[in-house]
Each structure stands twice: as structure tokens, then as C-alpha cells.
């Protein structure tokens, strides 16, 4: 039996540098799927929003996003090292506020890391299949299928975990508060108590140029009144529990 050689294999960095990320999900999704396919609605808001943005308004090179779906969530990352946080933040607020006009509401936390090219640390077989196919992102399994995903790094998971780790449930936004000095203070927001390292941001009455630019732009975002209804109209609808009605109204100030 021949075995592969042990080659020393390197990830190539996208781009230099810690960049800014958003991880952002659909809230509830299995609920909501098991109680039809309203799930479904949420998740389609998420992908047109983030297409609109990166096919109408940041294209280019310096603005453009590089975004990977998980599940029913969604990485997105920076092209390069902002040292302002606000249009990381603008992006994020529009799309929840997206996602509200289609029924369904959305969590997201940002993060810094690095993101990089992981696939020549594959197997062998799988570079092979790859160079066989014609394709970087699939390779078939006899008459199945096999999806890889060619990007890996510190963006996806200190944006996720920061997510996990926060306590509040709910339709919440979330940022380290050392990096929550990096928006500016239209973003209204509240540093979590009993955790001071994180703080949320108000997505409902956050106001920005940024916010505007993305709306008359790209057509993403809405007004804060049809976001407050949305959450409120969620809330009869869905009738989610207490803990979480609680950290969504707190965290955007509607108590």
C-alpha cells in the first residue's frame, strides 16, 4: 500500500492582514422551518442583501466583500484593514433591517481576523479531484456531490465565537466594546451587564451616512419604524421566549 509524501503546505492569505467580519444568521431557523418555510424567507432576504451590496454598490477593489454561507448564516469580510469600523457596522444594520422586511429577524457579531486560502492544505485526493473536475468549490462522489469551501481564518471564527459567547439571546448585534470605540457614536449601543467585553449596538435606530449610501444605493436597509414594527410584529407572531423579547427590546432600546 503506498501512503501520500508529507509535504509542507502553507496557507496563502486572500489578503494581508486583519480585515473586518461579520458572522450573521437567521434567528430561529429551525423553529421557523419546522413551522413552515418561513425560515426560507429570511435566509433569501440574507443572500439578496448581501449580492445587492457587493454587485451594486461595493464592487471595487478597497470596498468589495468576500462572502461564505454556513447553514443559515453568513461570513462576510473586508477586503482590507479599515481602521474605522463604520461601514462594517452600516453593512450589518442593513441587512437585519433586510431581513426584518421579510418576516424574519437576524443576529450578527463583528470581529478582526485574518482570512486565507486553506486549499493546499487538502488531502491529495482532493486537490487531485479538484484539478480533475474543473472546479475549486466541488467535486463529485461518483454520482454525488462533495462542496468544499477554499477559505478558512481567524475572521470567521473570532466573529462567530463573539457571537456564541455573548449571553443575551435575542435579535441582537454585537461587537468587542475595545472595538465598539471604533464606530461611531451614532450607532447607539450598551455594554452588556455582568460582561463587560461585549457591547450591542442599537440596528434599529443606528443612523449613519454609510446607512444611507446602502439604501439609496443598493435598496438594502429601511427606515428604524418598519424595523421596531418588524420586531414587534415577530414577537406576536412568533411568540419567542421571554429571555430572548427581553435582549432584543433592551438591546434596541424599544422597553
Known sequence: MT???????????VEEGRRWSIWIDVEGFSTLWERGHKAV???RALMEGIYSLGTRLYRDDGDRLFAHQF????????????????????I???LMRHIS????????????????????????????AVARDGSDDCISLGSGLMTLLPVMG?????????DARNPVKGSILTVATPDATRIAPSFPRRTIDGHADFTVLDWVHADHAHIDRIWSCAGIGGAPADAERAIRGYIDTEAPPPAWIRGTLDSNNLS
Open 3 to 13: 501512503t501520500e509524501r508529507t509535504v509542507a503546505l502553507e496557507t496563502t492569505p
Open 41 to 43: 424567507l429570511g435566509l
Open 71 to 90: 447553514g443559515d448564516g453568513f461570513i462576510i469580510v473586508a477586503d482590507f484593514h479599515e481602521p474605522q469600523l463604520d461601514r462594517c457596522a452600516a
Open 92 to 94: 450589518a444594520v442593513a
Open 101 to 128: 422586511r421579510a418576516g424574519c429577524l437576524a443576529r450578527a457579531a463583528i470581529a478582526e481576523g485574518e482570512f486565507a486560502d486553506i486549499s493546499g492544505l487538502w488531502p491529495k485526493v482532493i486537490r487531485d
Open 154 to 162: 481567524t475572521a470567521l471564527i473570532a466573529a462567530n465565537k463573539l
